[in-house]
């Protein structure tokens, strides 16, 4: 199994920066790609970035391409999400999850092919 476990949400004014993350630990050899989703009250979860956990393949949702970049630390076992010019619509629940099964370029956006999940972190934009 993989624990994952995220931190630095917080409150951050539109038009801001945050910089969130996630440490692996467990059986983290296994892990194929690691990824953010986020969920805001009353909607439903939506992919946000992908990682591949070796190699430099990044994947980004619509919404925040050009603002936010996913990186990986391979030495902490860490996935980093940095969030520039965040929008009021970036309110959310932000939660880490992996997969250790290869998922298609085209796929790497359903949730359904992530096995593990964090417990999440709050992130709060203001206006």
């Known amino acids: 199994q993989v624990q994952l476990v995220e931190s630095g949400g917080g409150v951050v004014q539109a038009g801001g920066s945050l910089r969130i993350s996630c440490v692996a630990s467990g059986l983290t050899n296994s892990i194929y790609a690691a990824g953010w989703f986020r969920q805001a009250p009353g909607k439903e979860r939506e992919f946000v970035a992908a990682i591949r956990w070796r190699g430099t393949s990044t994947y980004y949702g619509g919404s925040v391409v050009g603002r936010f970049t996913i990186s990986r630390t391979s030495a902490s076992n860490t996935v980093v999400l940095k969030m520039n010019s965040l929008k009021p619509g970036g309110t959310a629940v932000y939660y880490c999850?992996?997969?250790?099964?290869?998922?298609?370029?085209?796929?790497?956006?359903?949730?359904?092919?992530?096995?593990?999940w964090g417990q999440g972190t709050q992130v709060t934009v203001s206006t």
């Open positions: 999850a992996t997969n250790p099964n290869r998922i298609a370029s085209t796929d790497y956006y359903r949730a359904k092919n992530y096995e593990y």
